[in-house]
C-alpha cells in the first residue's frame, strides 16, 4: 500500500475510534418495513429508543433493538469507565439500505408464473454522545 493511502486510512480509523456503530448485513425483512421502525427511533435517546422497541409490536423492533444493544456494548468498549446514562447517548443516525433479493417463482392462473421478490436489508446505527448534539444544534 502506498503511503498517500496508509495516510489517509489511518486519519479514517482515528475518526472511527470515536464513534460507535453496529451493522446488521442481510437481515431478512423488507426494507420498507424496516424503515418505519427505524424512523420512530432516530434522534431518540438510547434509553428511550430500547422502550419503544421493547413494547412495538413490528417484527423488525425485536432486530433492531438487539442491534442497539450491540451498538452501546461496542461503544462501552471504546468508552472503558464511562456510564451510559451520564454520556446521553442517542441514536445519532441509522441508516437502512436494500440488500439482495431472492427470487421465487408462484404459480398463476392459466400456466403462467408470477415472481417473488423477498426482500433484505443492511442496518448501519451511529450513536453519539449529549457533546455531538449541542455541536450539532449550534450549527
Same mark, same amino acid.
Given at each position: 500500500m502506498?503511503s %498517500? ?6 486519519k479514517? @480509523?482515528?475518526? #472511527?475510534?470515536? +464513534?460507535?456503530f453496529a451493522?446488521l #448485513? ?5 426494507? %420498507?418495513?424496516? %424503515?418505519?421502525?427505524? =424512523? +420512530? +427511533?432516530?434522534?431518540?435517546?438510547v @434509553?428511550?429508543a430500547l422502550?419503544?422497541?421493547?413494547y ?5 423492533? =425485536?432486530?433492531?433493538?438487539k442491534?442497539?444493544l450491540s451498538?452501546?456494548? #461496542?461503544w @462501552?468498549v ?10 446521553g447517548l442517542?441514536v445519532? /443516525? +441509522?441508516?437502512v =439500505?436494500?440488500?439482495r ?6 404459480t398463476?392462473? @392459466? ?5 417473488i %421478490?423477498?426482500?433484505? #436489508?443492511?442496518?448501519t446505527i451511529v450513536?453519539? /454522545?449529549k457533546?455531538d448534539k449541542?455541536?450539532? =444544534?449550534?450549527?
Amino acid at each position: 500500500m502506498g503511503s %498517500r493511502k496508509r495516510i489517509s486510512n489511518e486519519k479514517i @480509523q482515528e475518526a #472511527n475510534k470515536s +464513534i460507535a456503530f453496529a451493522k446488521l #448485513n442481510n437481515c431478512p425483512t423488507s426494507p %420498507r418495513k424496516m %424503515r418505519l421502525v427505524a =424512523d +420512530i +427511533i432516530r434522534g431518540v435517546e438510547v @434509553q428511550k429508543a430500547l422502550g419503544i422497541l421493547k413494547y412495538s409490536k413490528q417484527h423488525a423492533s =425485536d432486530r433492531l433493538e438487539k442491534l442497539l444493544l450491540s451498538a452501546i456494548a #461496542n461503544w @462501552q468498549v471504546k468508552n472503558e469507565g464511562a456510564d451510559v446514562e451520564e454520556a446521553g447517548l442517542f441514536v445519532k /443516525t +441509522i441508516n437502512v =439500505d436494500s440488500a439482495r433479493q431472492l427470487k421465487r417463482i408462484r404459480t398463476a392462473p @392459466q400456466g403462467r408464473a408470477h415472481r417473488i %421478490r423477498k426482500r433484505s #436489508n443492511h442496518v448501519t446505527i451511529v450513536l453519539g /454522545t449529549k457533546e455531538d448534539k449541542v455541536k450539532v =444544534d449550534n450549527k
